[in-house]
Antibody
Framework: EVQLLESGGGLVQPGGSLRLSCGASGFTFSNYAMGWVRQAPGRGLEWVSTMTGVSGDTYYADSVKGRFTISRDSSKNTLFLQMNSLRDADTAVYFC??????????????WGQGTLVTVSS | DIQMTQSPSSLSASVGDSVTITCRASQSISRHLNWYQQKTGKAPRLLIYGASSLYSGVPSRFSGRGSGTEFTLTISNLQPEDFASYYCQQSYSTQNTFGQGTNLEIK
């Protein structure tokens, strides 16, 4: 059974930094792309970033490009999101998700429970 | 970026009804369109991928159609557990985008 467990959320001041972690189990972590999706309070889902499995290619939403960095440690089956220069608008629950490919279609087929990041002074 | 426009933003229906949610892409995304269900306080759950393929374990009352720029999600014979929020997502571009969501409420 796939399990994803996020950690590292909390309260941070504007301009501050935070690093989120996502521990993965139940699948061969290094073979799969992984991503982060966030949800501001009372709002919809927003894709944040994806990192491929083998090649390690990274992709970012324009709203976080240059401030957030996605990375992974396959020896520890862990995905990270380093968040710098945080803004009030970054306040959200951050979900870690596993990418599956069905034919040529990529989906987020497994999700963690999320970790709350609050940016406030 | 590819913009996804979902409608309606909210919907009221009764148990046993059928409802349809529409998602439009700002450019053609072929059939790279997925649907997710999210209940309050929970992680999203994949329902439909590739516009019309039912994900494992999802009841057959959920169905998806469309290609190019216009897509629909239909839920037939609504059950109490179906009242939730629904999101479309395009994965045609490496910069994925979600629709703004549809909140399905009990009438």
């Amino acid at each position: 059974e796939v399990q994803l467990l996020e950690s590292g959320g909390g309260l941070v001041q504007p301009g501050g930094s935070l690093r989120l972690s996502c521990g993965a189990s139940g699948f061969t972590f290094s073979n799969y792309a992984m991503g982060w999706v966030r949800q501001a309070p009372g709002r919809g889902l927003e894709w944040v970033s994806t990192m491929t499995g083998v090649s390690g290619d990274t992709y970012y939403a324009d709203s976080v490009k240059g401030r957030f960095t996605i990375s992974r440690d396959s020896s520890k089956n862990t995905l990270f999101l380093q968040m710098n220069s945080l803004r009030d608008a970054d306040t959200a629950v951050y979900f870690c998700a596993k990418v599956a490919i069905f034919g040529v279609v990529r989906v987020f087929d497994s999700w963690g429970q999320g970790t709350l990041v609050t940016v406030s002074s | 970026d590819i913009q996804m426009t979902q409608s309606p933003s909210s919907l009221s229906a009764s148990v046993g009804d059928s409802v349809t949610i529409t998602c439009r892409a700002s450019q053609s995304i072929s059939r790279h369109l997925n649907w997710y269900q999210q209940k309050t306080g929970k992680a999203p759950r994949l329902l439909i991928y590739g516009a019309s393929s039912l994900y494992s374990g999802v009841p057959s009352r959920f169905s998806g159609r469309g290609s190019g720029t216009e897509f629909t999600l239909t839920i037939s014979n609504l059950q109490p557990e179906d009242f939730a929020s629904y999101y479309c997502q395009q994965s045609y571009s490496t910069q994925n985008t979600f629709g703004q969501g549809t909140n399905l409420e009990i009438k």
